[in-house]
């Protein structure tokens, strides 16, 4: 009695102290396929992520023909999971719905379904997809040098579809009988895939039809030793395929795939989906089966991204889907696989709205920067009739709408059409439709037809828009697409009889050519208005000179002169309408429209500091603030503004530090009055009205090395002396930089017209005078060194 207490005691005791059994996991049946084949390999895989997520399941991983007998079994219920290609799975789940009342055949279970699977088999099996895994293609392989176009000119030459029982025997099958045959036609061969390679290699077979993964290391072998190469399944037999049987897509076999493949060769494609059949049934037991099965799916998904993302598994290509493997999809998901697929759609959503919604804020803080920098244009000129004349917004909207007709029907017509299969026969093919040539045969669904139509309508318009806008802009001369706006001149309220103003100022040498803008008003004669659009180099505007908005797009404070015009006394009241003041004051709001810092150099700039812009007359630009030291600084343009007689000086007064008045009349009476009395003067003046070269314009010139502290006597003598070169009338000088801040003072002290003969030429001062271009001018400086001498001993000599 004692030894049985004890030993009682002793096994409590063991059994208190021994760990807790772990629960043994529960086995789901799966279905692969040969010991050695890639459905095997994909089952291992997922049985090792089972085991990495820690899963309370285990696969139970059966060894079967491949395809066709895990579907027969998947429909019989002796299995939980199966690999089955997507077109056998399609044609079972099609069997599946048709009812017992429409079905006519006897009681066998064999049918002309896929696998000869029949309707009596497959109804009432509820089949799911969890996903898609790998993908495949149709390789059609034939041995070298033979190339076929057709397999009515096999006759009775080997071939190799299959292993019958598998999906690719199923796919071959289907593909021979899109070109109008049947296996029982065709000398087709029974062996395995490996064997038939040997065939190959002997040359006892010329056709092998496998479907594979792309770059299969048995064909890229093949390939390789040269026996066989890819041959593309003709495009007839694509579309037939695709239309008969919508499980597959069109696809291509990308280049350099294997060796020696330069080109896309067309192709179908099919993909290998993870299947499963939700148990039916009210009862509780059923009920329970279904929970069983949604866990085990949870399992399975998270089974398949750990074997996707395990480095050993890179070679099997699996990667999970759950749309677009297929032209169209029947078998619905799974309600789990719906669910993760869910989840994944709104996360996508919430990235890309929030990276587009960033997009947006960044480019609105960018343009709001650009515009209070000046960079960028008012708004003003964002109008639709601005549009409306400028060729390169229909081209815009051109290119826009073929980008995005392009992606939307390839995204409809890849994976059915085989003239559309990459992003590129889409873009060419959308081209042609734009510029007029719909054809209804190249796409086949009523959506890309209904896109290719507007996109041919659209795009003729464009192109309408675009001619009309170009030959609109090479009608009026001006072939720059891009105005520009930087060192311009600008001539507001202009009038008729300042033609020679635009001749004067349009050509100012070959090293600085100006844009020049012209406004002008709506009393201008219409024969004046084409005289201007006749000249090269020169823009019109239609805009009323007294309001800023329609002269801020000018850009007048980056302007080297405005020059501001009374109007036409010849047209009656009409041509007082704009006064030169009140045109003066909106070029000072207008300024205000473009107001940025802009870089002013200091009194004390040094002398290697940048130098000036403008040629002849640099522009003197003013900076202007109003209260406060933090205000935003005003660069207002030096402005010529034309003033009456009648007008007082004081009016200008307020504007003196960048206004300068031109009285005309009291100028010319002035000019008239000097040269009365001033012989030197009287010279230059008949020299200037009588000079009647027609190309004749104002230029300047560095004056030369010798010339510097030489009197303006010698300079002048010598340009005058040097006529037979070219001709030159000499004007005056034009001295450095100074550091005045009136712009008119400042131009009054640098700008000595027919100085004294006296005055000494400074370094740095540049020769002004009227000759008939440019290099002109300066030719003759850099050869008059010698002249220079002769010309001052003959002084001298005087």
């Known amino acids: 009695?004692?030894?049985?207490?004890?030993?009682?005691?002793?096994?409590?005791?063991?059994?208190?102290?021994?760990?807790?059994?772990?629960?043994?996991?529960?086995?789901?049946?799966?279905?692969?396929?040969?010991?050695?084949?890639?459905?095997?390999?994909?089952?291992?895989?997922?049985?090792?992520?089972?085991?990495?997520?820690?899963?309370?399941?285990?696969?139970?991983?059966?060894?079967?023909?491949?395809?066709?007998?895990?579907?027969?079994?998947?429909?019989?219920?002796?299995?939980?999971?199966?690999?089955?290609?997507?077109?056998?799975?399609?044609?079972?789940?099609?069997?599946?719905?048709?009812?017992?009342?429409?079905?006519?055949?006897?009681?066998?279970?064999?049918?002309?379904?896929?696998?000869?699977?029949?309707?009596?088999?497959?109804?009432?099996?509820?089949?799911?997809?969890?996903?898609?895994?790998?993908?495949?293609?149709?390789?059609?392989?034939?041995?070298?040098?033979?190339?076929?176009?057709?397999?009515?000119?096999?006759?009775?030459?080997?071939?190799?579809?299959?292993?019958?029982?598998?999906?690719?025997?199923?796919?071959?099958?289907?593909?021979?009988?899109?070109?109008?045959?049947?296996?029982?036609?065709?000398?087709?061969?029974?062996?395995?895939?490996?064997?038939?390679?040997?065939?190959?290699?002997?040359?006892?077979?010329?056709?092998?039809?496998?479907?594979?993964?792309?770059?299969?290391?048995?064909?890229?072998?093949?390939?390789?030793?040269?026996?066989?190469?890819?041959?593309?399944?003709?495009?007839?037999?694509?579309?037939?395929?695709?239309?008969?049987?919508?499980?597959?897509?069109?696809?291509?076999?990308?280049?350099?795939?294997?060796?020696?493949?330069?080109?896309?060769?067309?192709?179908v494609c099919v993909s290998t989906v993870l299947l499963t059949r939700v148990p039916a049934g009210d009862d509780a037991e059923a009920a329970r089966l279904r929970a069983r099965n949604s866990d085990a799916v949870e399992a399975?998904?998270?089974?398949?991204?750990?074997?996707?993302?395990?480095?050993?598994?890179?070679?099997?290509?699996?990667?999970?889907?759950?749309?677009?493997?297929?032209?169209?999809?029947?078998?619905?998901?799974?309600a789990v696989s719906e669910e993760h697929e869910f989840r994944k759609n709104r996360n996508s959503v919430l990235a890309y709205g929030g990276l587009g919604l960033f997009v947006i804020v960044l480019i609105w803080l960018l343009r709001r920067y650009l515009k209070r920098r000046g960079i960028i244009r008012d708004g003003l000129n964002s109008t639709f009739e601005g549009h409306l004349s400028n060729p390169l917004v229909p081209f815009a909207a051109f290119a826009i709408l073929v980008m995005i007709s392009t992606v939307i029907v390839w995204s409809i017509e890849h994976d059915s059409n085989a003239h559309l299969r990459t992003l590129d026969d889409s873009f060419w093919e959308i081209n042609t439709f734009a510029t007029g040539n719909f054809s209804a045969e190249t796409v086949k669904t009523s959506t890309a037809r209904f896109i290719g139509a507007v996109a041919t309508i659209a795009g003729l318009g464009f192109l309408a828009w675009f001619t009309a806008a170009l030959t609109n802009l090479f009608g009026r001369d001006q072939t720059r697409l891009f105005q520009r706006l930087r060192g311009h001149v600008v001539i507001l309220n202009f009038r008729e009889d300042m033609l020679p103003l635009i001749r004067?100022?349009?050509?100012?040498?070959?090293?600085?050519?100006?844009?020049?803008?012209?406004?002008?008003?709506?009393?201008?004669?219409?024969?004046?208005?084409?005289?201007?659009?006749?000249?090269?180099?020169?823009?019109?505007?239609?805009?009323?000179?007294?309001?800023?908005?329609?002269?801020?797009?000018?850009?007048?404070?980056?302007?080297?002169?405005?020059?501001?015009?009374?109007?036409?006394?010849?047209?009656?009241?009409?041509?007082?309408?704009?006064?030169?003041?009140?045109?003066?004051?909106?070029?000072?709001?207008?300024?205000?429209?473009?107001?940025?810092?802009?870089p002013m150099r200091a009194p004390d700039a040094p002398p290697n500091a940048a130098p000036d812009e403008s040629g002849v007359l640099p522009a003197a630009q003013t900076t202007l603030a109003t209260t406060g030291h933090r205000t935003p600084r005003r660069a207002l343009?030096?402005?010529?503004?034309?003033?009456?007689?009648h007008e007082p000086r004081e009016l200008f007064d307020p504007f003196r530090g960048w206004v300068i008045p031109v009285r005309g009349r009291e100028l010319a009476d002035n000019w008239l009055a000097t040269a009365s009395h001033d012989p030197g003067f009287a010279q230059l003046f008949h020299d200037l009205v009588s000079f009647d070269e027609d190309n004749s314009e104002v230029y300047t010139a560095e004056v030369p090395s010798w010339f510097v502290g030489k009197p303006w006597r010698l300079l002048r003598r010598v340009l005058y002396r040097a006529q037979n070169r070219g001709g030159a009338i000499p004007v005056g000088l034009f001295r450095g930089r100074s550091n005045g801040a009136n712009a008119g003072a400042e131009l009054e002290r640098r700008l000595l017209a027919n100085p004294p003969l006296a005055t000494e030429v400074l370094p740095g001062d540049r020769v002004v005078a009227i000759c008939e271009d440019e290099a002109d001018l300066i030719e003759i400086l850099q050869r008059s060194e010698k002249l220079a001498e002769e010309t001052a001993k003959t002084i001298a000599g005087a």
């Not at 491949?66 to 002796?78: D, F, H, T």
């Not at 009241?573 to 940025?596: E, N, S």
């Not at 343009?637 to 007689?645: K, S």
């Open 504 to 598: 004067l100022l349009r050509a100012p040498g070959p090293t600085q050519i100006r844009s020049i803008h012209v406004v002008v008003s709506d009393n201008l004669p219409k024969r004046v208005r084409l005289h201007l659009a006749k000249i090269k180099g020169l823009t019109i505007h239609h805009q009323n000179p007294e309001v800023p908005d329609d002269i801020a797009e000018l850009r007048l404070p980056r302007a080297a002169r405005v020059v501001v015009l009374q109007g036409d006394l010849r047209y009656g009241g009409k041509g007082l309408r704009y006064h030169p003041l009140r045109i003066t004051r909106a070029v000072h709001q207008a300024c205000g429209r473009d107001v940025r810092p802009r």
């Open 300 to 334: 399975m998904l998270g089974a398949i991204r750990s074997a996707a993302r395990d480095p050993k598994n890179r070679e099997l290509g699996i990667k999970l889907a759950w749309r677009g493997f297929a032209e169209q999809e029947p078998i619905p998901l799974h």
């Open 637 to 645: 343009p030096t402005t010529l503004v034309e003033a009456g007689d």
């Open 1 to 267: 009695m004692r030894a049985l207490l004890l030993a009682t005691a002793l096994v409590s005791f063991a059994s208190l102290a021994a760990p807790a059994r772990a629960a043994e996991p529960d086995v789901l049946r799966f279905g692969a396929g040969s010991k050695t084949g890639g459905f095997t390999k994909i089952g291992e895989a997922l049985q090792a992520g089972l085991e990495d997520i820690d899963a309370p399941f285990a696969l139970d991983i059966q060894h079967t023909a491949g395809s066709c007998e895990n579907i027969q079994s998947l429909l019989r219920g002796e299995l939980d999971f199966g690999l089955v290609q997507y077109d056998v799975a399609a044609e079972a789940f099609k069997a599946s719905r048709v009812s017992a009342e429409d079905d006519d055949e006897d009681d066998g279970l064999t049918g002309g379904y896929m696998c000869q699977i029949s309707s009596k088999l497959a109804r009432g099996a509820d089949l799911r997809v969890i996903g898609a895994l790998t993908d495949g293609a149709v390789h059609m392989l034939v041995r070298r040098p033979v190339r076929l176009n057709s397999l009515d000119a096999l006759g009775d030459h080997p071939i190799y579809i299959g292993k019958d029982g598998s999906g690719s025997f199923e796919t071959g099958k289907v593909i021979v009988g899109a070109a109008g045959k049947t296996v029982e036609e065709l000398n087709a061969l029974q062996m395995g895939s490996s064997e038939a390679f040997e065939a190959m290699h002997r040359g006892e077979l010329l056709v092998m039809v496998r479907t594979t993964e792309r770059g299969d290391a048995g064909i890229a072998k093949l390939i390789a030793s040269g026996v066989a190469s890819v041959n593309p399944l003709p495009d007839d037999v694509l579309n037939r395929l695709i239309d008969g049987y919508p499980y597959y897509r069109v696809c291509q076999i990308e280049p350099k795939t294997y060796p020696g493949l330069e080109f896309g060769l067309p192709t």
